[in-house]
């Protein structure tokens, strides 16, 4: 599914800022894996995902979707098989365009098509199905803008229109950080529901240990753009918040919350 073969990201290279962010990364994701990402800041968990999405170009090895080579696609080639939200409630929509047209972008950027009009009957019929699914109401306010939802609502929205489209891979880069408990509590029950219900890869950055251990099935700690840990099955199980901050010396604040 995802293979990541000795990758290497440096910043302002050749420069007294030097700074190499990813360091030969190496890790494979499965058909179904859900791996949660912990590690302080800096520790290179964003540059990782904005590697893999193609946001900058990386100085070198290699990523592989299903088995082909992207680590040279433009990100936008990238975004018709991977999924992507953001910390930012506000990132992942359009926020003066209606739900269903919001929907209609993700929903199509696969699908070829012709002169039809841009949202069909059965397009609105698909849409209330499965908005069904985030139990807000959303499915009955199909024509209100994006503007008018709460930051909750606005990020169930953004994950759903993420995954509409059946991508490959869903990457989250803290996209529940913004949100108020029981917001971040509802996005993260439906996260669960759409990775399990698709065979696609999954990938969570967070800063909360707890939740990276509780959602998943696979987590991997980083630090100084390398990959300190990579535990799943029964050691995952029977691993503790308080024995990741033993072993691995996190001192971090905000990873204990």
Known sequence: MLKIENLTKIFGQGTVNEMKALDNISFHGEPGDFITIIGSNGAGKSTLMNSIAGVFPVDGGSIFLEDRDISRMPEHKRARRIGRVFQDPLKGTAYDMTIEENLSI??????????????????????????????????DRLKEKVRLLSGGQRQALTLFMAVISKPRL?????????????????????????????????????????????????????K??????????KEREEMTVERLIEEFEIDNDRMLL
């Open 224 to 233: 100084g753009g390398r990959i300190a840990m990579d535990i799943k099955g």
């Open 170 to 222: 869903l990457l989250l880069d803290e996209h529940t950080a913004a949100l108020d408990p029981a917001a971040a509590k509802k996005v993260l029950e439906l996260t669960d529901r759409f990775a399990e219900d698709s065979r696609m890869c999954t990938m969570m950055i967070t800063h909360n240990m707890k939740a990276a251990l509780e959602h998943g099935n696979r987590t991997i700690l980083m």
């Open 106 to 139: 993700a929903y199509n950027k696969t699908r070829k098509r012709g002169l039809q009009p841009g949202i069909s009957k059965g397009d609105r019929e698909v849409f209330r199905e499965k908005l069904r699914l985030l139990e807000m109401g959303l499915e």
